[in-house]
């Protein structure tokens, strides 16, 4: 079964058949609301919003491991990852969406695995690709089939937020390797693969990264809005294709940008 995170932009899923919501009691805390358990084209998923559904939850006080075992607990078995970035590189416009195949952490202080406390044996987990190539091709393929847009391939800068980078850590993110940057990204990324979750990020270019283009002097919030609002309608119509398209053969990956 699917499971959606819903980042900024997308607290709520409106092509999600709603049948019920569910508030889950799990080991490590409260999740950041009750699971939305519905249909998309007549096919089981689940939602969470990352933020909480009044988006009051900032990106450093998010129970990762709360939302991502409440997912697992209720039967999911893949996650897809929704949220807003900042491009650093220079072809990522406002408003393009991105399926990134690797992430640097920049996070802190961050509750990053499940194998801690309570006797837990120290275990490690390989992480050389942290996003699943099947889904990450799923998502690619449900794109292509709408004519949607999708830039496939880059990497992912988490940082701790909730304030946005200096233009000085934008460069120093771009000569680290970086095209992206968000704040959500790490731990859930991990947490889910220690879980065994297939897991996937669709990143939607909200603004250009601090002192990048129309950012060169500062981020203007006033056009942030309008851009996520048009974007995130075409990364719903992807998930509602992939969600039709779950027992479909994959198509090949479309080559990175």
């Given at each position: 079964?699917?499971?959606?995170?819903?980042?900024?932009?997308?607290?709520?899923?409106?092509?999600?058949?709603?049948?019920?919501?569910?508030?889950?009691?799990?080991?490590?805390?409260?999740?950041?609301?009750?699971?939305?358990?519905?249909?998309?084209?007549?096919?089981?998923?689940?939602?969470?919003?990352?933020?909480?559904?009044?988006?009051?939850?900032?990106?450093?006080?998010?129970?990762?491991?709360?939302?991502?075992?409440?997912?697992?607990?209720?039967?999911?078995?893949?996650?897809?990852?929704?949220?807003?970035?900042?491009?650093?590189?220079?072809?990522?416009?406002?408003?393009?969406?991105?399926?990134?195949?690797?992430?640097?952490?920049?996070?802190?202080?961050?509750?990053?695995?499940?194998?801690?406390?309570?006797?837990?044996?120290?275990?490690?987990?390989?992480?050389?690709?942290?996003?699943?190539?099947?889904?990450?091709?799923?998502?690619?393929?449900?794109?292509?089939?709408?004519?949607?847009?999708?830039?496939?391939?880059?990497?992912?800068?988490?940082?701790?937020?909730?304030?946005?980078?200096?233009?000085?850590?934008?460069?120093?993110?771009?000569?680290d390797g970086c095209d992206l940057v968000g704040m959500t990204g790490m731990p859930e990324a991990v947490l889910a693969r220690e879980l065994g979750l297939p897991y996937a990020a669709i990143s939607v270019v909200a603004n250009h990264a601090?002192?990048?283009?129309?950012?060169?002097?500062?981020?203007?919030?006033?056009?942030?809005?309008?851009?996520?609002?048009?974007?995130?309608?075409?990364?719903?119509?992807?998930?509602?294709?992939?969600?039709?398209?779950?027992?479909?053969?994959?198509?090949?990956?479309?080559?990175?940008?």
């Amino acid at each position: 079964m699917l499971a959606i995170i819903g980042g900024s932009g997308l607290t709520m899923l409106s092509n999600l058949d709603v049948s019920h919501r569910e508030v889950v009691r799990t080991p490590y805390g409260e999740p950041s609301g009750a699971v939305v358990f519905g249909q998309i084209r007549s096919q089981p998923a689940l939602f969470l919003p990352r933020h909480g559904h009044g988006h009051t939850i900032p990106p450093h006080m998010v129970n990762y491991r709360a939302n991502l075992w409440a997912l697992h607990h209720h039967g999911a078995t893949g996650i897809i990852s929704v949220a807003s970035v900042g491009g650093i590189r220079a072809d990522l416009q406002p408003g393009e969406i991105v399926i990134p195949d690797q992430i640097i952490d920049y996070t802190s202080g961050r509750k990053a695995t499940f194998f801690e406390g309570n006797g837990s044996a120290v275990t490690h987990v390989d992480f050389t690709e942290p996003y699943d190539r099947d889904l990450r091709q799923r998502i690619a393929a449900a794109g292509a089939a709408l004519g949607i847009a999708i830039k496939s391939g880059g990497v992912y800068a988490a940082t701790q937020g909730p304030r946005l980078e200096t233009a000085a850590e934008i460069n120093r993110l771009e000569r680290d390797g970086c095209d992206l940057v968000g704040m959500t990204g790490m731990p859930e990324a991990v947490l889910a693969r220690e879980l065994g979750l297939p897991y996937a990020a669709i990143s939607v270019v909200a603004n250009h990264a601090a002192g990048r283009g129309s950012s060169a002097n500062g981020i203007r919030f006033e056009s942030l809005e309008g851009v996520l609002q048009e974007a995130m309608g075409r990364v719903r119509a992807v998930i509602e294709e992939l969600a039709g398209r779950r027992n479909d053969r994959l198509a090949p990956e479309i080559p990175g940008c």
